[in-house]
């Protein structure tokens, strides 16, 4: 039989560094999961991302066993990568800080292609190139949507 | 290390990975997402009133975004699972148990753990796999360093095992208070040391590290400097598929594998 599933858990912590500390031990540890277990884990399969941001999706069974599932950088996270700026633009209607070309959007659209709600790689471009604007990074050149 | 928590409600779920992304580059260190909220964390010394605003202003015009904060006190998140968890045996000869499980004087070796969010009860494939690596060495009068101790599970064992000295160094004071415990517990005569094996004068004929593939790589110069000749390492906290990395990089230092094992995709390596 099946295990009963008791809830999911999103949590987005840096590779290779998980610890039992916020949001972790309060997120797993109310749950009676094995923090330690799960951060031993997580740390060896992220081993090559260290540091980075990266979205974990922790499902959790009645017997307080658990399995995850960890996703690629979230899509801001990567233009923020992509544009290297610090932190975006005091004003993102109009004053530009940072930008990242075409070629950029297209990378992280396929990157997060999995994650995305996107048939297609217009569409992905399109949501990608949507976040960059609402977080005030210029995309530049010319859109290979409106051709 | 106490935290700061930063509770962010909005009615635009789509904000919620640029927070993320902002305050990330603002210093917060992980994120729990739940609808409509996001949790962010933060050490307390970093926190920032005039950051949380500054990150927010620019979102303001397209979002609305509340958000209260407050310290979190130190605890033992592990809590609940440390509570109740089950013993452990290996190979019929070592038997860990809790303050709360029964004793059980017909195992050769009996461990008492209290965990306290340290990593270390035999549970984990690969404290399992060392501890039974450690029982086909003899460990009568030497030198043993456990690196990156945990809840001094390890370095315990050795002393049961007949090591003269055995020296345990976490890099984490949680970890180290937690050892100092544990030894009391189980009467183990065991030096422990905050920081890394840098720190140390001295060489040891066992060193047991059950860590990472990347710590264990970047401490691997390290770890071979301070082995005696004919010295044994036993490694530890990596997959199977960083086997060939790791042995490649011991080879570099004149090292040699001796045996591995595999349970659960988890790898425990000797290497001499």
């Known amino acids: 039989m099946a295990k009963e599933i008791t809830g999911f858990i999103k949590l987005q912590v840096k590779g290779g560094q998980a610890n039992p500390s916020p949001p972790i031990g309060p997120a797993l540890g109310s749950k009676g999961v094995n923090i330690m277990e799960f951060c031993k884990q997580y740390n060896a399969r992220t081993q090559d991302k260290p540091g980075k941001v990266l979205p974990v999706v922790i499902t959790v069974y009645s017997d307080k066993s658990f399995e995850f599932i960890i996703k690629t950088p979230p899509v801001p996270v990567q233009l923020i990568d992509a544009s290297k700026i610090k932190g975006g633009s005091p004003e993102p209607n109009r004053k530009k800080v940072g930008s990242v070309d075409w070629d950029q959007v297209k990378a992280i659209a396929e990157d997060k292609m999995p994650d995305l709600n996107c048939f297609t790689i217009e569409s992905a471009m399109s949501m990608v190139a949507g976040t960059a604007r609402s977080m005030g990074i210029n995309v530049t050149g010319t859109s290979p949507l409106t051709k | ?272």
């Open chain 2, 1 to 272: 290390m106490q935290y700061t928590q930063l509770l962010l409600t909005y009615s635009q779920p789509e904000v919620s990975e640029i927070l993320i992304a902002l305050l990330t580059e603002a210093g917060y260190e992980g994120f729990f997402e739940e609808e409509n909220q996001l949790t962010a964390y933060i050490p307390e010394a970093d926190f920032s009133l005039e950051v949380v605003d500054e990150t927010l202003l620019p979102l303001q015009e397209n979002f609305t975004i509340n958000y209260t904060y407050q310290k979190i006190e130190n605890q033992n998140w592990n809590a609940l699972w440390e509570s109740n968890f089950e013993p452990v045996y290996v190979r019929d000869k070592i038997y860990v148990r809790a303050l709360f499980h029964e004793a059980k004087p017909e195992y050769p070796i009996e461990l008492l753990i209290q965990p306290k969010m340290s990593f270390g009860t035999g549970h984990h494939a690969t404290t399992a796999q060392v501890m039974a690596h450690m029982l086909d060495l003899d460990f009568t009068n030497k030198a043993i360093l456990d690196f990156g101790c945990g809840t001094g599970i390890l370095a315990i064992l050795a002393k049961h095992l007949g090591a003269a000295q055995t020296i345990a160094i976490d890099n984490d004071t949680q970890c180290i208070e937690n050892t100092i415990e544990n030894c009391t517990l189980n009467n183990a005569e065991v030096e422990i040391a905050l920081g890394d094996i840098n720190l140390l004068h001295q060489s040891f004929d066992v060193i047991l590290a059950n860590i990472t593939r990347n710590t264990i790589l970047a401490f691997l110069p390290a770890i071979k400097e301070k082995l005696n000749p004919n010295g044994i390492i036993i490694c530890s906290g990596f997959y199977e598929e960083n086997l060939p990395a790791i042995t490649e990089a011991a080879k570099a230092q004149g090292l040699h594998l001796e045996k591995h094992s595999v349970e659960d995709k988890w790898c425990a390596a000797v290497f001499s």
